[in-house]
Structures are given as C-alpha cells and as structure tokens.
C-alpha cells in the first residue's frame, strides 16, 4: 500500500518522525509506504488540488490514496470548520474514492497541547494552558497563537519556531496522548490504518 499525504512543508518535518512510530505499533508487519508531498504555507485548493491529487493515482508510480492535511484556520476565511473543510476538498477533487481529507482543528499546534509541560518547559514558563478539548481551542487565539504566547512570556528568550519546537515537544512525547484527545488526528490516522488492513483506533 502506498499513501500519498499532502501536508504543509513545516508539518513535514516535524509530525512525520512521531507518526511513523505510532504507525509502526498498529500495523507491524502491514507498514505502508508513506510518501510525503509537502507545500509551501498551506494545501492547494480548487482545480490544482484536482490535479495533484489525479497525477498521484495515475502517474507511475501510482499511489494507491492519497491523504490531504490541512490547517481549519489558514489565515484565510476559507473553512469554517472541520467538517467544511472537509467537505469543500471533497468537492474541489470532485468525489474521489482514493482521496481523503483530513484537518487538523483549528492548526497543527492542536495537537501539542496535551503535552502542556512540556512546553512549559521548553518555555521556561508556568503560564497554565488552555481548558476544554485540545481541538476546541477557538479561531481568535489558536493553538499555535497560546504556545508562541508562552514561549514569549518565558525566560527561554526566543519566540515559538514551528519545526525547531515541535519537534523538540513531540520527540519526547508518545503520539499516542494526543491521538486520544484529539478526534480529528485519530480520525487521520486511522484512516492509514484502515488503509493498510489493520485495526481501527477505538
């Protein structure tokens, strides 16, 4: 099985490493081939998502799907929320069976909450982290707007810099937390995992 995942350039480099190793646990010996594409700042939407998406089905050598991980809040009025993102991919690849949307709700930085002490540390701050489902974070102060927040509160002198800290946050955390608080991140990965024949998260 190989999967094409269409993700920001930043996401990249810093999720990948931490995905693959949740993967590797639920699939042993049913590892896809995971090939990553990754854009400058954000997906691309309307006919050039049609066309990207189509290229990787049918040029050699084909994908057998292809995933599309977006940020809900782009900087842009273009989502309102998860499932209209989702579905305004849909239409913009225009229904098809090997493409599958994915969002990241309301940015990727989401899905680094659940590991708060962790950017305390890395922050040298105590500044208390945001109440409610990681996800439910809201528009007007993102995830990624509360963690650079604490890093320029802190005594690490130094602002929030996506693949530098992320990185640095994911690498000594298990994947696996933020998979459980965060419905729209296990909605992703068990879509690799189904792919791939194997048991679906509960």
């Not at 699939?27 to 990787?56: H, W, Y």
């Not at 927040?149 to 996506?162: A, L, M, P, Q, T």
């Not at 937390?177 to 991140?185: F, K, N, R």
Request: positive net charge.
């Amino acid at each position: 099985m190989k999967i094409t995942i269409l993700v920001e350039g930043e996401t990249e480099r810093v999720f990948l490493p931490s995905l693959r190793d949740v993967l590797s646990r639920h699939l042993a010996r049913k590892m896809p081939s995971l090939s990553v594409r990754p854009f400058d700042g954000r997906i691309p939407k309307g006919d050039r998502l049609r066309r990207i998406v189509e290229d990787l089905l049918t040029k050699r050598p084909p994908s057998d799907a292809v995933i599309a991980l977006t940020d809900v809040y782009t900087g842009t009025s273009d989502f309102t929320d998860a499932a209209d993102a989702k579905a305004k991919m849909r239409e913009w690849v225009g229904g098809n069976e090997r493409f599958y949307p994915h969002v990241a709700h309301h940015d990727f930085e989401a899905w680094l909450l659940p590991y708060w002490p962790t950017v305390q540390k890395l922050a040298k701050h105590n500044m208390r982290g945001p109440s409610g489902p990681p996800e439910q974070v809201n528009h007007n102060r993102p995830p990624a707007t509360r963690i650079k927040e604490i890093f320029e509160r802190g005594k690490c002198r130094d602002s929030y810099v996506k693949p530098r800290d992320a990185l640095r946050i994911l690498k000594d955390n298990d994947l696996s937390v933020s998979i459980e608080a965060c419905p729209e991140l296990k909605a992703f990965v068990n879509t690799i995992i189904r792919l791939s024949g194997g048991e679906i998260l509960p």
